[in-house]
T-cell receptor, first 118, second 110 residues
Framework: AQKVTQTQTSISVVEKTTVTMDCVYE???????LFWYKQTASGEIVFLIR??????ENATVGHYSLNFQKPKSSIGLIITATQIEDSAVYFC???????????????FGHGTILRVHP | EAAVTQSPRNKVAVTGGKVTLSCNQT?????MYWYRQDTGHGLRLIHY???????EKGDIPDGYKASRPSQENFSLILELATPSQTSVYFC?????????FGPGTRLTVL
């Protein structure tokens, strides 16, 4: 069965700095997809970025990037030049080929609370 | 314009009562999902559907039923609500690469 673990419950950083959030996963599949979602204080959940397991290049979208370490089953989210509005809960999620090929089923981690302060 | 909407946004129900949570999407996605979010558990999948007329059990389906009468609509049904089902419920629609979430429904079962 799939499992996604986020060990950091909360992180606090000063704005304009860089933060990394950790995520490790378990799967028996050789092909899978990894995602990061953001939940704002209002409760809204939005997709941020995706990493396909067969790609060696780390995905980057705006000031979000990933640190994909396949041998360690790790997918870290890096936010550069953090802003106050980056304060939110960040969820790591995974879809593997067997359970999610057609249905897009995701398994989520428990989330990491990020607080960005002046 | 919001592509995934949920109703109601807040609901207070009594133990043993029937509760129906509704979700509508305008993304024309085949796949739709119902999750619940509880402190310390993240998002957990209750039921999902890969098209009109289909429903499948997710990871925590006990006590819940689902209905997908059309491409746009997906309902979550609690036939006999219990206090343990007090939670925030999210509906989502998606393709294999991204899910789009609704605003959530806060359900309190007294």
């Amino acid at each position: 069965a799939q499992k996604v673990t986020q060990t950091q419950t909360s992180i606090s950083v000063v704005e304009k700095t860089t933060v990394t959030m950790d995520c490790v996963y378990e799967t028996r599949d050789s092909s899978y997809f990894l995602f990061w979602y953001k939940q704002t204080a209002s409760g809204e959940i939005v997709f941020l970025i995706r990493q396909d397991s067969y790609k060696k290049e780390n995905a980057t979208v705006g000031h979000y990037s990933l640190n994909f370490q396949k041998p360690k089953s790790s997918i870290g989210l890096i936010i550069t030049a953090t802003q106050i509005e980056d304060s939110a809960v960040y969820f790591c999620a995974m879809r593997d080929f067997n359970t999610g090929a057609n249905t897009g089923k995701l398994t989520f981690g428990h989330g990491t609370i990020l607080r960005v302060h002046p | 314009e919001a592509a995934v909407t949920q109703s109601p946004r807040n609901k207070v129900a009594v133990t043993g009562g029937k509760v129906t949570l509704s979700c509508n999407q305008t993304n024309n996605h085949n796949n739709m999902y119902w999750y619940r979010q509880d402190t310390g558990h993240g998002l957990r999948l209750i039921h999902y559907s890969y098209g009109a007329g289909s429903t499948e059990k997710g990871d925590i389906p006990d006590g819940y039923k689902a209905s997908r009468p059309s491409q746009e609509n997906f309902s979550l049904i609690l036939e006999l609500a219990t206090p343990s089902q007090t939670s925030v419920y999210f509906c989502a629609s998606g393709d294999p690469y991204e899910q789009y979430f609704g605003p959530g429904t806060r359900l309190t079962v007294l």
